[in-house]
């Protein structure tokens, strides 16, 4: 029986306790990867067979390791004591608690795909990392607090004479909050911004260290997270507006854009054609404007559009921040032109007519790939390159792969 080759593609793949047979069992053997886990026997055994290696780091693990994986947020404290060594995966976020040095000699290493977080005394507790993201090492004598905070009464009351550690920002928009309170307790905070009201930047600036970028919220101004403009909005805070990231402005925002008076956005203001004269006659600030077409999909890890879809959208459609997008071969290249908007998003899958047409259509996309045909016309993401192989290929696409 012929043998048939083997392609791997994932972001990990686990080779710790690969077997002679298994590699026997292949003609040939290609791994694409971000990590490749070995232990000491398997690293020879690969070394030996027909095995084309393409991966960013090698790491060697004990081979009774158990591998875990986690999406989303996992945390290790001081009570988290694995029973066998363990090698952890995380996609998302991985925070490491107080007191978790004994923990952690459990762990045979890390990898990362997101945000770890741990306190800086157990630095030379952890084990081997790779890490495909940020680190965070906060003070060991502080406090730590969600990536963002807003000081209300409640977190006054409660505060104590202690450093907290928020890694993101502080907000302190509440003129009427009684700030003294925070100085006579001791409190202090340590984080990269704080936005506070104008009226309070007096004693409020005190509770931060004076590496902390001070953000004014000028008088009269309501502080609005990274919102899109709607009625809602103005009637909960208002005609003059601090907005804090990015602020959108379609159709649904056009009676609500018409009560404002004031507004200064501290990032990207993303507006319809038909209302930037209107937004601009305001008092306003900002620090990109940014034209866009009539409806908003964003942040979607994978997103596919057709002709079909497309029609439902009078005024065309802006893909923002999207992961994969795939565009059907029915679309033409006059649609792409009128109705279609790409800004941020990863990568975008067409046809090789369709390309010129994406490109010119798209700010800040991370690659256009011109690879789909009828002939080869894919329904999901995972086979999309499954044609450039022959039949006696057996193609893994995978986050993560055990040999």
């Known amino acids: 029986m012929e043998k048939k080759k083997l392609v791997i593609d994932a972001a990990v793949v686990d080779a710790s306790a690969v077997t002679q047979e298994y590699l026997n069992s292949y003609e040939s053997i290609a791994i694409n990867a971000t990590a490749l886990l070995v232990s000491k026997r398997s690293k020879e055994l690969l070394s030996r067979c027909n095995a084309k290696i393409n991966v960013s ?26 029973a066998k060594p363990t090698f952890l995966l995380v996609n998302g976020h991985l925070n490491i608690g107080n007191n978790a040095q004994e923990a952690l000699k ?17 630095s030379n507790s952890l084990p081997l990392m790779n890490i495909n993201g940020t680190i965070d090492a906060y003070p060991s004598d502080a406090i730590r607090l969600k990536n963002k905070l807003i000081v209300d009464k409640a977190f006054i009351i409660r505060a104590k004479d202690a450093k907290y550690y928020v890694k993101s920002k ?38 931060f260290e004076d590496d902390t970028e001070i953000i004014l919220i000028p008088a009269g101004y309501k502080y609005v997270a990274e919102e899109n403009l709607n009625d809602m909005m103005v009637k909960k805070y208002g005609n003059k507006l601090y ?37 601009m006659d305001l ?32 005024d065309g459609v802006t893909v923002i921040d999207c992961g994969m997008v795939k565009l059907d071969p029915d679309i033409s290249d006059q649609e792409i032109e009128e109705k279609l ?12 007519e369709q390309k010129l ?38 193609v893994i696409n995978s986050t993560y792969y055990k040999m």
Not at 106 to 122: C, E, R
Not at 369 to 377: V, Y
């Open 57 to 82: 780091h090698v790491i060697d693990i004990p081979e009774d390791s158990e591998i875990m994986i986690q999406n989303g947020t996992f945390e290790i404290t001081e009570g988290t004591k694995m």
């Open 106 to 122: 459990t762990f045979s290493g890390f990898i990362v795909n997101g945000l770890i977080s741990y306190p800086s005394d157990l």
């Open 170 to 207: 502080v907000v302190i928009a509440d003129e009427n909050l009684d700030i003294p309170v925070l100085i006579n307790k001791g409190t202090s905070f340590i984080t990269k911004k704080a936005f506070i009201a104008e009226n309070l930047i007096e004693s409020a600036v005190k509770l």
């Open 243 to 279: 907005v804090d990231g990015d602020l959108i402005i379609t159709s649904e925002g056009e009676n609500a854009l018409n009560k404002l008076t004031g507004i200064i956005v501290n990032g990207t203001v993303m507006v319809l054609e038909k209302l930037a004269d209107r937004l």
């Open 283 to 314: 008092d306003i600030e900002y620090e990109e404007l940014k034209i866009i077409k009539g409806n908003i999909i964003k942040d979607s890890g994978m997103l596919q559009l057709s002709s079909k879809s497309l029609s439902r959208y009078k």
């Open 341 to 352: 908007q790409f800004i941020g998003c990863g990568m975008i899958s067409c046809t090789p």
């Open 357 to 394: 047409a994406v490109e010119l259509v798209s700010e800040d996309v991370g690659m256009v790939k011109g690879n789909i045909t009828d002939a080869t016309k894919y329904t999901d993401f995972e086979s999309e390159d499954s044609y450039l192989y022959d039949e006696n290929t057996q």
